[in-house]
């Protein structure tokens, strides 16, 4: 009697499967929207003048003897680089299960910002190379001054194309928050159809007071407010 030979199915990892991927995305998107937020109420010491700026940079660089700022740029790299392999991953796997397309495609449930989260997130990783060799290395900084981080950000940003880039950056960065804590909400399971439209209005509210904190510093510069 031959004894039937059964096929074992792959064990799927939690990191392999779409909802582990997800859960990645959305916890490492939890520590970069902090990091925004936090970043972006930072840099509102440019309006208390440039005392104030340098002394929040120099305490910055000094936390933890300096460790602090290091442990922070290793959680932050670690953070990017997971949540582009998870979008990556699961772009990959969409597409793997929909190798083709329909013929006739519309826009019923997707918003705009779910529509574009890809491209977004693809131009503001360029954004943030362009930021750090902007005012972190100084590399492509017009007049960059070590440690002077106000003369640093006045002289950066009242270069008008260097301005309009932050700008644009910015718009999309609050089409991809908005898009980006909805759904980082949906995956932890803060999602129901009754409050649904609170976590709409939490997104929006993210999303809009982060890109008004960030445009401010251009248009202050560009209209000689900061200066």
Known sequence: MESGSTATAPTLTFAGSSIGKKVVMAVTGIVLVGFVIGHMLGNLQLYAGSAALNAYAAFLHEALH???????????L????????????????????????????????????SRTM????????????FH?????TGTVHPDYMPGEVFHNV??????????????????????????????????????????????NGLSALVASVVVIGNLSFPIAVLSGAVH
């Not at 460790?67 to 740029?73: A, D, E, K, M, V």
């Not at 990017?80 to 998870?86: G, I, K, M, T």
């Open 118 to 129: 890809r491209w977004s997130g693809v131009i503001l990783l360029a954004f943030i190379v």
């Open 78 to 113: 670690g953070s990017v680089a997971l949540h582009v392999w998870s979008a990556y991953a699961l772009t990959m796997q969409n597409r793997a299960a929909r190798p083709v397309g329909y013929r006739e495609w519309k826009a019923r449930e997707s918003t705009y910002a």
């Open 132 to 136: 750090l060799l902007h005012f972190t």
């Open 154 to 199: 006045v002289t950066g940003l009242r270069v008008a194309p260097a301005a309009i880039v932050y700008m644009i950056a910015m718009a999309l960065l609050g089409v991809h928050l908005y898009h980006g804590v909805w759904s980082m909400l949906q995956t932890l399971g803060l999602s129901h159809a009754r409050y649904n439209h609170l976590r």
């Open 66 to 76: 300096g460790g602090g700022l290091w442990i922070t740029r290793a959680v932050l």
